[in-house]
Nanobody, 123 residues
Framework: QVQLVESGGGLVQAGGSLRLSCAAS????????MGWFRQAPGKEREFVAR????????YYADSVKGRFTVSRDNRKNTMYLQMNNLKPEDTAVYYC????????????????WGQGTQVTVSS
């Protein structure tokens, strides 16, 4: 059973940066493509980024393209999300998950969700 733990969230001013981490255990991390999602209060959980098993193919939501970068270190069983030029609309709980297949932007394509980490961007 894969377990995922997110960390690195916090409170930051608009224009600032944060780096989120997603630590995996209990499974062959390097076999999995992984994804980041986020959920703001009162909104649906939405796709943020996806990375393939070796880190050479990445996909981003239009809203974060050019500001966020997803990466992974398979030696450390950890995936990262570098978030730059943060905006108040980036405020949400951020989740990581294992990609299982089908549409990579759909939450139904993912499993083994972490508990999430809160990111709050003040204006």
């Amino acid at each position: 059973q894969v377990q995922l733990v997110e960390s690195g969230g916090g409170l930051v001013q608009a224009g600032g940066s944060l780096r989120l981490s997603c630590a995996a255990s209990g499974g062959p991390f390097s076999d999995y493509a992984m994804g980041w999602f986020r959920q703001a209060p009162g909104k649906e959980r939405e796709f943020v980024a996806r990375i393939n098993w070796i880190g050479r193919a990445t996909y981003y939501a239009d809203s974060v393209k050019g500001r966020f970068t997803v990466s992974r270190d398979n030696r450390k069983n950890t995936m990262y999300l570098q978030m730059n030029n943060l905006k108040p609309e980036d405020t949400a709980v951020y989740y990581c998950a294992v990609y299982r297949g089908e549409d990579y932007y759909s939450r139904e394509a993912y499993d083994y969700w972490g508990q999430g980490t809160q990111v709050t961007v003040s204006s």
